[in-house]
């Protein structure tokens, strides 16, 4: 490149050197998002205790991904990574977390039927007026008569 094309060659160490950067950089963001994920998998919530036995099959095959990983970043000449140990929850904590499940969905229950609850109250409401409405309209069509058995009030005095 020197010989043949001398005005290029700082333009193409350069821009090799970019390229290095960036290919250097890709595979840090990569080592350290698969580092991440494998940890997460191999993590269980509280409540996927009873994933202990896939958990450990898991375990095991994590451990191979691991050292493949490790092996990448030797070989891409990355710092090391330290590994997080993952989450293995004991039966207590499961048992907090189905309570404190259990306690949030009581909460959105019993939000849900009070807002059913105000509006069955609302629907009742507007239906009795309605009816109220309907019942006024006929009395004044039949001349003041009450319609034997059609939407009795408490204020309604005659009795069929």
Same mark, same amino acid.
């Given at each position: 490149?020197?010989?043949?094309?001398?005005?290029?060659?700082?333009?193409?160490?350069?821009?090799?050197?970019?390229l290095l950067q960036d290919?250097?950089? #890709?595979?840090?963001?990569?080592?350290?998002?698969?580092?991440?994920? /494998?940890?997460?998998?191999?993590?269980?919530?509280?409540?996927?205790?009873?994933?202990?036995? =896939?958990? =450990?099959?898991?375990?095991?095959?994590?451990? @191979?991904?691991?050292?493949? /990983?490790?092996?990448?970043?030797? #070989?891409?000449? @990355?710092?090391?990574?330290?590994?997080a140990e993952p989450v293995?929850?004991?039966?207590?904590?499961?048992?907090?977390? /189905?309570?404190?499940?259990?306690?949030?969905?009581?909460?959105?229950?019993?939000?849900?039927?009070?807002?059913?609850?105000?509006?069955?109250?609302?629907?009742?409401?507007?239906?009795?007026a309605k009816g109220r409405?309907?019942?006024?309209?006929?009395?004044?069509?039949?001349?003041?008569?009450?319609?034997?058995? @059609?939407?009795?009030?408490?204020?309604?005095?005659?009795?069929?």
């Amino acid at each position: 490149m020197a010989d043949v094309e001398p005005q290029h060659l700082e333009a193409t160490i350069g821009s090799a050197r970019k390229l290095l950067q960036d290919n250097l950089a #890709a595979d840090r963001d990569l080592v350290e998002e698969l580092a991440q994920r /494998l940890v997460e998998v191999r993590s269980l919530r509280p409540l996927e205790i009873h994933r202990k036995v =896939s958990g =450990s099959r898991l375990s095991t095959n994590a451990e @191979l991904l691991r050292a493949a /990983l490790d092996r990448f970043s030797e #070989a891409r000449q @990355l710092q090391a990574i330290s590994w997080a140990e993952p989450v293995a929850p004991t039966f207590s904590a499961a048992w907090k977390e /189905l309570h404190l499940q259990t306690d949030v969905r009581r909460l959105q229950l019993g939000q849900a039927r009070a807002s059913a609850v105000d509006a069955l109250t609302e629907i009742t409401a507007s239906a009795k007026a309605k009816g109220r409405d309907l019942q006024a309209s006929l009395r004044e069509r039949r001349g003041d008569r009450p319609v034997p058995g @059609l939407f009795r009030s408490p204020d309604d005095d005659s009795r069929d």
